[in-house]
């Protein structure tokens, strides 16, 4: 067993005792972080399930504002190659309980339409303000996704720390701190023992030495 593998001295039980205590506030703030963590988990969890209903039906307008584009005009390829790559997107992040969550933005610039007019009509216009509000909403959810990925992994990890601290580190220190207090105070009562002992032979020998002196007298 552990316990016997410790030395049963008061400065062990002293520290026995200091790591039992620095185990269970490790527990108690483990604990609290994952309480803190899963609120925030759900928290998003929430957010994402509205964006998600929010971004299908984004699609289907876009999609469906694409279609009735291509018909309108043709094949609409020549004019979203006009539509310049997006790179105004930036990602920074936050911290909860040490847990890094990205925050991605979208640069707020004023719209600027890049195709002409002569060959296009409303329903190209349509589609480029749909699939504008398709980027920015991909944007929000996939904040909230990343960041939700990163909370999951973040409690597993902190679950399985606090149970190591709950079921084998505070039980551990509990048994060692638990056998050195019962071993020196079995040596307490051994001594105490001896002395009663030694006390009551000294008294017997100085009641003989007392006849003696007496009976020499």
């Known amino acids: 067993m552990a316990e016997q593998q ?3 001295t008061k400065g062990n039980l002293i520290l026995s005792k200091k790591a039992l205590q620095l185990a269970a506030l490790g527990y108690e703030l483990l604990d609290r972080k994952r309480n803190i963590l899963i609120r925030e988990l759900m928290s998003l969890v929430d957010k994402a399930g509205e964006l998600r209903g929010s971004i299908e039906e984004t699609y289907k307008e876009a999609y469906q504002a694409l279609q009735l584009a ?13 539509i310049p790559v997006e790179t105004g997107v930036e990602i920074s992040t936050r911290s909860v309980m040490g847990v890094e969550l990205p925050e991605v933005s979208l640069e707020e610039k004023p719209m600027k339409v890049t195709y002409g007019f002569s060959q296009t009509d409303s329903q190209l216009d349509k589609a480029f303000l749909a699939f504008d509000r398709v980027k920015r909403t ?6 909230v996704e990343n960041s939700i990925y990163r909370l999951s992994v973040a ?8 149970n190591a601290l709950q079921n084998i580190i505070i039980p551990k220190n509990e048994q060692i701190v638990k056998y050195i207090t019962n071993s020196l105070e079995e040596k307490e009562r051994e001594e105490f023992s001896r002395m009663k002992v030694i006390k009551a032979v000294k008294v017997k020998k100085d009641a003989v030495n007392k006849m003696r002196v007496r009976k020499d007298g």
């Open 138 to 143: 991909t944007v929000l959810l996939a904040e």
């Open 70 to 82: 291509n018909i309108s005009i043709g094949i609409v390829t020549p004019y979203a190659n006009c």
């Open 155 to 162: 409690i597993r990890k902190t679950q399985r720390r606090a």
């Open 6 to 8: 410790v030395f049963p």
